[in-house]
């Protein structure tokens, strides 16, 4: 596609559940990148891939978080047992190499509610 | 450990105007600098970069922001404001050693009075 597309854009779910977050980066992006944003404030590094492994998972909260990108391409984040203040919008970022000062494209986000 | 702050979470402006959106942030390192432009209901978007070089950096949409290491600033400006900046914008620090992991600052949302 011609950007990053982030499914589902809006998920709502009971406290308790287990969700998954789904981000399809630029075709031929090798970086990949997920961050938190609540409401009010800038989004905060999660979790970066360099390919198929987590070259820095060092945002994660805790540890019913999770996200994988199993063949360098498409990745998914994992919320377990989730809580209300998991809410937030989840934006996930591409860009072509791993390099600081390389241009990270951004998708629009899912906005998960935990009801 | 690197930080970000905006001074001002909501900025009001007439069309027309000059934009000034300020940013400093602290680094131990030399630091790669952005802002990013958030309009509703869409993905950020990169305005523009500092990395190395000129230390006033031209961007998008009119917009530049000068690296003023001796104030650790790094301020957004427009000289003449459009109904269409009307955003959130987001200024975010990196660095060469911890690779594209963004620290960004809590928003500055920029009102654009007729």
């Known amino acids: 596609g011609a950007g990053v597309s982030q499914t589902p854009s809006n998920k709502v779910t009971e406290k308790g559940k287990y969700v998954e977050l789904r981000c399809d980066p630029i075709?031929?992006?090798?970086?990949l990148y997920w961050y938190r944003q609540s409401l009010g404030q800038g989004p905060e590094f999660l979790i970066y891939?360099?390919?198929?492994?987590?070259?820095?998972d060092s945002g994660l909260p805790n540890d019913r978080f999770f996200a994988v990108r199993p063949e360098g391409s498409v990745s998914t984040l994992k919320i377990q047992r989730t809580e209300r203040g998991d809410s937030a919008v989840y934006l996930c970022?591409?860009?072509?190499?791993?390099?600081?000062?390389?241009?990270?494209?951004f998708g629009q986000g899912t906005r998960l509610t935990v009801v | 450990a690197q930080s970000v702050t905006q001074l001002g979470s909501h900025v009001s402006v007439s069309e027309g105007a000059l934009v000034l959106l300020r940013c400093n942030y602290s680094?131990?390192?030399?630091?790669?600098l952005f802002w990013y432009v958030q309009y509703p209901n869409q993905g950020l978007q990169l305005l523009l970069k500092?990395?190395?070089?000129?230390?006033l950096v031209k961007g998008i949409n009119g917009f530049e922001a000068e690296f003023k290491k001796s104030e650790t600033s790094f301020h957004l400006t427009k000289p003449s404001a459009h109904m269409s900046d009307a955003a959130e914008y987001f200024c975010?620090?990196?660095?060469?050693?911890?690779?594209?992991?963004?620290?960004f600052g809590q928003g500055t949302r920029l009102t654009i009075n007729p």
């Open positions: 075709s031929g992006h090798t970086a």
């Open positions: 975010a620090v990196s660095d060469a050693e911890g690779a594209q992991k963004l620290v």
């Open positions: 970022a591409s860009s072509l190499i791993l390099l600081a000062d390389t241009e990270a494209f």
């Open positions: 680094s131990s390192v030399p630091p790669y």
């Open positions: 891939f360099q390919g198929t492994g987590a070259a820095d």
């Open positions: 500092y990395t190395t070089g000129a230390t």
